[in-house]
Each structure stands twice: as C-alpha cells, then as structure tokens.
T-cell receptor, first 111, second 115 residues
Framework: RKEVEQDPGPFNVPEGATVAFNCTYS??????FFWYRQDCRKEPKLLMS???SGNEDGRFTAQLNRASQYISLLIRDSKLSDSATYLC????????????FGDGTTLTVKP | GAVVSQHPSRVICKSGTSVKIECRSL??????MFWYRQFPKKSLMLMAT?????????EQGVEKDKFLINHASLTLSTLTVTSAHPEDSSFYIC???????????FGDGTRLSIL
C-alpha cells in the first residue's frame, strides 16, 4: 500500500462546477499536510497548507481528518485555469523530514 | 517570498558529459533541499535529501556516485549528473524548505536531454 494515495482521475468537469479530491495517508505520525498543483511540464506550486481546523482560500477549501487519516480539497466555481494535476503532500516530521507526494489527481475543467 | 531558482532550465548534451544543476533559495535560508526527478505523466520521485554542511541522504536505488549533491551553503545546492547517458534524460526538480513542518518550494526544474 502506498504511503499517500490519491484517486488519479481524471476528473472532467464543466466550468462553475464544484469538485472534491480526497487523499489518504497511512502513517499516523504524519504532522503536516499540503496541497500542490502542477501544470503540464512545470514544477509543483504550493496551493495551500492544510490545518486541523480546516482552512479556506478563496474558492479552495482544505480539510484534515486525522482520525480517518485523510485530507480533502474542495474547489468551488471551477475555472478553466484550475485544470492541472493536484498533489497531496504529507510530512512525517521526523528527523529526515521528508515529504511524501501522492501521485496526483488530474482535473480538466471544460467550457 | 519563498522563491527558488533552478538553473539551467534546459540542457541538451552528448552522452558521457557531466551536467551540473544549481538550486538557489533567493529570499530565504533553506536548511534542507530536495532533489527529484520526474518522467512524463509520472509522479515526482525523490532522489535525495540535502542538508547544509552534511552529506546528502540518497533514496534507495539512487546511485550517489552518479548523482553528486553538494549543499555548501544555506542558499545553494547543486546536483551533478556524472557521465550522463540517455537513460538519465528526465525532468529534474529541486525544492527548498525553511524548516520541518514547512512546505517545500520548488525550482522551475531542469529538462535534461542526453543524446
């Protein structure tokens, strides 16, 4: 089983739709969580950190459920520019401090 | 803030050449930098973790003599692909982080093509 799992999609949605991605992680000692987006042939860019209380940034809402070990990303009122691959990232917070990336969920927003 | 510069962005060279890639944190000090490679339509693969002033920690299956990493300062890490061959062609991306628990910030990546 992978340490971080995401539904690869692809998710194809019309403009204006609401779409949600889930990500599960296996290491209960994980301490910090992030969502990144990656456009084709580009580097990943930080979208938002994920806090225990849930957090919102404009049309994007991230939530963390430690008991069930999953995080989610909700995108409201999808725009064409939201088309990208969304990566779930989990930090173990150990000395190595490595981040584990999910394989990503691909979103295509269509007019 | 949190800008990471990676250079060069694109390299095309002959087999047997060694290629050096630089990763710089421009507006913050990075205690840890990471080097990844990514094949088309595949996920990021961590190659090594680089801490300033100490030897890099390589992931299983990554040859440390093939991929030399130097992290001489808090703002600069370099990856040298030694005696590169066509199978080393890939997208190499670095990232830098201020401290544990903080997000990684990525460089623009280097697209390496070995002929």
């Amino acid at each position: 089983r992978k340490e971080v799992e995401q539904d690869p999609g692809p998710f194809n949605v019309p403009e204006g739709a609401t779409v949600a991605f889930n990500c599960t992680y296996s290491n209960s000692a994980s301490q910090s969580f992030f969502w990144y987006r990656q456009d084709c042939r580009k580097e990943p860019k930080l979208l938002m950190s994920v806090y225990s209380s849930g957090n919102e940034d404009g049309r994007f809402t991230a939530q963390l459920n430690r008991a069930s070990q999953y995080i989610s990303l909700l995108i409201r009122d999808s725009k064409l520019s939201d088309s990208a691959t969304y990566l779930c990232v989990v930090n173990r917070g150990t000395n190595a401090g490595k981040s584990t990336f999910g394989d990503g969920t691909t979103l295509t927003v269509k007019p | 803030g949190a800008v990471v510069s990676q250079h060069p962005s694109r390299v095309i060279c002959k087999s047997g050449t060694s290629v050096k890639i630089e990763c710089r944190s421009l507006d913050f000090q990075a205690t840890t930098m990471f080097w990844y490679r990514q094949f088309p339509k595949k996920s990021l693969m961590l190659m090594a973790t680089s801490n300033e002033g100490s030897k890099a920690t390589y992931e299983q299956g990554v040859e440390k003599d093939k991929f030399l990493i130097n992290h001489a300062s808090l703002t600069l890490s370099t990856l040298t692909v030694t005696s590169a061959h066509p199978e080393d062609s890939s997208f190499y991306i670095c990232s830098a982080r201020v401290a544990e628990g903080q997000p990684q910030h990525f460089g623009d990546g280097t697209r390496l093509s070995i002929l």
